[in-house]
């Protein structure tokens, strides 16, 4: 057997398996492809560091990136596969049984299928051996083994595009359409015009839902209609409770202006965003449901199967404004932020309390469960670090004048920025002016106008919250509760 038609067998037969378990996924729930839950398994497992470096170089596209990447690994394999095949189909087969195999275990392993998710994997190991085989047998391609190997091609698109659609079948955006307005009871106070300075380069003091930074473990976006959630309160509690959708947007529903931040934001990072977020009080819910004593923990749990712990003091703060939240920005939950509902903590770093597709509230102790990132090596408690960043100049860019505006953000939920001090060539401190004040639980903007003389200059910034705790110099990774150190950036002015 030529050595190409050997390759391209095993890629084939590789192609056909996937395809297979994918459409049987599209019958069975989209978490059992195989190839997605060997890549949600995948991200499961990966350290932290890599995880951290993949969000830091590839953004919002890490998931494309890492699907790509599984892409060219199995189809490396699957050409080694073929090539040890000229002589006995059975390196193949063997090789297509393994695949299945970890097919099998990942699919196992998702907290988010059932039992008949296996079905996916399984379709895939006799796929792809039996296509293998057939392959084999039938071959070379110049010969009659052509039209075969035109027949497997065809067909694994074709059932890998009707799995997609049939996954595609739970209509996320006619169910966000039917929930239409969430008007609320009581309105977040407007956004004074003067609380951001866009026109010099800070973002715009609300975000949109467009541009909110995202980030999940979710390789696809978990798809749950309104109609179909429901959300379940137990644990250490006096009554369970199982609220549907319905329920709780009956309730006075409340809007709150919250800043949210990712406990991976590095200094200077973007990992930050403010939305007008409506819900329903997290307070009243578990006032409701009636949290023992001993408790101190709130468990969240992810239709995904991700899970956050929250401290209970926090959440029952009624100054907090802790929230389930539905609706963001005037409407219903984008799905990548969590429709039909998450929970928003104020104050707290996203890891440990911004559960989105949220299903589930535990009411338990530290002691007694462990969240997603905690078995990862992050920490327990994750309070947000007051942070400041500079968004103009932009680093290593040139100025033209000696007239040069510096602006940027700060945060420090849920205790807010007192004061932005900034300092040039290690000079002394000066103050910046702060943007108006919205609330404490959201950023604040600052800017400051500097008088330069040409050449390059260093520009290092920090915040004061209003407790009078000054961000420390001292840098810190995030991992493990959050990244500290003053951003500083070099610019020329000429
Ligand atoms: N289900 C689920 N919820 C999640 C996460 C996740 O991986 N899965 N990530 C959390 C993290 S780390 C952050 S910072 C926020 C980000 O929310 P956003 O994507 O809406 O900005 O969501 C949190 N909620
Ligand atoms: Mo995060």
Known sequence: ????????????????????????????????????????????????????????????????????????VIAGLAVLAGLLSRRSPLPGTVFAVVLGLVGVGAVLYRPDTDALGVLAPIASLAVGVAVFRWLHRTG????????????????????????RLLGDRVDVEESRRAVGDLTPRTKAPAIPVDADFQGEGTPSFITSNADFYRVDTALTVPRVRAEDWSLRVHGLVDRELNLRFEDLRRRDLVERTITMTCVSNEVGGPYTSTANFVGVPLRDVLLEAGVKPGADQLFSTSVDGWTAGSPI?????????????????????????????????????????????????????????????????????????????????????????????????????????????????????????????????????????????????????????????TQPQERVEPIPDGATGWHSIFFTVE
């Not at 670090?385 to 103009?392: A, E, G, L, V, W």
């Open 140 to 163: 070379p391609l110049d010969g009659p083994g052509r039209r075969n190997f035109l027949l497997v091609a065809g067909a694994a698109v074709l059932a890998a595009g009707a799995g």
């Open 1 to 72: 057997m030529k050595r190409w038609t050997a390759a391209l067998i095993g890629v084939l037969a590789v192609a056909a398996a996937l395809a297979a378990g994918h459409l049987v996924a599209g019958l069975v729930g989209t978490g059992a492809s195989p190839y997605l839950a060997v890549g949600n398994t995948a991200i499961d497992f990966t350290p932290s560091f890599l995880k951290d470096f993949a969000v830091r170089t590839f953004g919002t596209y890490d998931k494309l990136v890492l699907l790509l990447g599984m892409a060219l």
């Open 313 to 469: 003091d926090v959440v029952l703060e009624e100054e907090r404004g802790a929230l389930i939240a539905l609706g963001m920005n005037g409407e219903p939950l984008p799905p990548e932020h969590g429709f039909p509902a998450r929970l928003v903590v104020p104050g707290l770093y996203g890891y440990v309390s911004a559960t989105k597709w949220v299903v589930d509230l535990e009411i338990t102790t530290f002691a007694a469960k462990k969240a997603y990132w905690l078995n990862r090596g992050w920490g327990e408690r994750g309070p947000i670090k007051p942070m400041s960043r500079i968004d103009r100049p932009l680093g290593l860019s040139t100025v033209k004048g000696s007239k040069v505006v510096v602006t940027g953000v700060a945060w420090a939920q849920p205790v807010g920025v007192a004061k932005v001090e900034l300092r040039v060539d290690g000079g002394p401190w000066q103050q910046t002016t702060l943007a108006a004040h919205v609330n404490a639980v959201t950023w604040r903007m600052w800017r400051i106008a500097l008088d330069l003389p040409n050449g390059g200059h260093t520009v290092e910034v920090r915040a004061t919250d209003k407790n009078g705790f």
